[in-house]
């Protein structure tokens, strides 16, 4: 039973063009949501987070959009660089948890 | 100055036998946990330790016990080992806030054969 799920295991995109990454989640608890970046042989590092009483949340060349009616959330990066390639995982938490629910990552391949 | 830090990086073990993997985060957070990565790739919750008491135990079997000694430090033994025990670890810590991020180790990869 995925609650978080990214539906795309990989995404591959020229340098310099926006990379969008998507997310949906099921479950409606879900107030808190979280983008990690994996490079490999490494763990997982916060990128940027988002409340559900927000819809959009920037940082830099990373923007968060979240669609509450819809369950889905995206992260864009404008312009992609290939130092971004890297598996993005997507993340959620209900009210009061410290813990996040995973998503199964999405791998973005950014080519020179 | 490496936040979180787990050893080994690497595991290569028998069935049956047991093993520790060790954690330490210099960051003072005061919540840690234990998180597997399984061939799926799916990150998911073990345990979570704050301020060295278990405050979440996942449906893991009883042949994983965390130790937590002090706040820094949060180590995870597993007895018997068995094959689908294989699995990269990741160690987390964060400061006890809701909207506190986590911060992970590099993880420790088990291979049991």
């Known amino acids: 039973d995925q609650q978080v799920k990214q539906n795309s295991p990989s995404l591959s995109v020229q340098e310099g063009r926006i990379s969008i990454l998507n997310c949906d989640y099921t479950?409606?608890?879900?107030?808190?949501f979280l983008w990690y970046k994996k490079y490999p042989a490494e763990g997982p590092t916060f990128l940027i987070s988002?409340?559900?009483?927000?819809d959009k949340n920037e940082d830099g060349r990373f923007t968060v959009f979240l669609n509450k009616s819809a369950k889905h959330l995206s992260l864009h990066i404008v312009p992609s660089q290939p130092g971004d390639s890297a598996v993005y995982f997507c993340?959620?938490?209900?009210?009061?948890?410290?813990?996040?629910?995973f998503g199964r990552g999405t791998s973005l391949i950014v080519h020179p | 100055d490496t936040a979180v830090s787990q050893t080994p990086k690497y595991l290569v073990t028998q069935m049956g036998n047991d093993k520790s993997i060790k954690c330490e985060q210099n960051?003072?957070?005061?919540?840690m946990y234990w998180y597997k990565q399984d061939s799926k790739k799916f990150l998911k919750i073990m345990f979570s330790?704050?301020?060295?008491?278990?405050?979440i135990n996942e449906t893991v079997p009883n042949r994983f016990s965390p130790k937590s000694p002090d706040k820094a430090h949060l180590n995870l033994h597993i007895n018997s080992l068995e094959l689908g025990d294989s699995a990269v670890y990741f160690c987390?810590?964060?400061?006890?806030?809701?909207?506190?991020?986590?911060?992970f180790g590099p993880g420790t990869r088990l291979t049991v054969t």
């Open positions: 479950n409606s608890m879900f107030d808190y």
């Open positions: 330790y704050n301020n060295k008491e278990l405050i």
């Open positions: 993340a959620a938490r209900e009210g009061g948890s410290y813990i996040p629910t």
């Open positions: 960051l003072g957070h005061d919540t």
């Open positions: 987390a810590s964060s400061q006890g806030d809701y909207l506190a991020e986590q911060y």
């Open positions: 988002i409340s559900s009483i927000k």
